[in-house]
């Protein structure tokens, strides 16, 4: 108390008296304890304080960075490499596989190959027409599906010039009797069954003419091709009928050759430079 007395003593008597007036004022009308009461319910009872405006700036400071690394993540990679997903019913189409360019004749023996073969430009050309007679000759539409003619199409033209990717239309048009697309949705399908490849080469007559194709094996842009197509019905019983039917189609054709691929173009497989320029087809017995 003693402290307390020498602390007001060294005050300013007049800003003491003052404040001891305005206590006193204070008093009487009751805004002392009111003042006072105020004051400790903020201080001790009330929950907004300091500690609470932390704490609840600290929750929300927390949930706008969480908010934000989602973000920032979710935006990463920039770049997004989806998958292309292809429909495919037999997935060995889609693969790579090995084929032997020069298989067996038939009727040879196992120990004897095909004699018209002797380059491997005339191997790959051998394998391509029978791909290409495939390609153009079977069908199976009893699915009926757009798909597989959009694929007939786009195969045939890829490997045919104009004028003979038109007459490849004229041919599946439905105003063709003969037309496959007729077969659409039904119970009807074609297998072909190649049973040769024979190139047409044209000989010189002269003895310098020999020694220069001798030399010089010039790759073959002719060839006549004999094949069976079977054609099978289902009827409402489920029976199979077949018809078997040779042709001979005489193809004429261009052809880079196999030895002039360059390894380190990547669309080397269509450098191949086969195209069919004409394709006549004769029923045979």
Known sequence: MEQKFEALKKEDPEQLRDSFEFVKS??????????????????????????????IAGIVSFIVCYALINM?????????????????????????????????????????YDPNVTTVD?????????????????????????EDVNTKFARIRNTSNEAEYREFQLYMSKDNPQSPVLNFGKNVWRDVNI?????????????AGKARDFISTKIPNQAEVRFTAILKTTDENGSVKSENQNYLAKISFSFKGAAKIDKNDKNSDRNLGFVVKSYKLFKVN
Request: with cysteine; glycine share 4%; proline share 6%.
């Open 26 to 55: 204070s008093v009487k009308d009751g805004s002392y304890f009111r003042d006072g009461l105020e004051w400790y319910l903020f201080r001790y009872v009330n929950p907004v304080c300091q500690r609470t405006i932390l704490s």
């Open 72 to 112: 920032i993540s979710s935006a990463f990679p920039l770049v997004q490499k989806d998958p292309i997903i292809i429909r495919a019913y037999d997935s060995s189409r889609y693969f790579p596989n090995l084929i032997p360019l020069k298989p067996h004749e038939k009727g040879m023996g196992s120990d004897k």
């Open 122 to 146: 005339e191997a790959v050309l051998k394998y391509l027409l029978s791909i290409y007679i495939k390609d153009r000759e079977s069908y199976d539409y009893s699915k009926a599906e757009i």
């Open 195 to 207: 049973l040769s490849v024979r190139f047409i080469r044209k000989e010189s007559t002269d003895l």
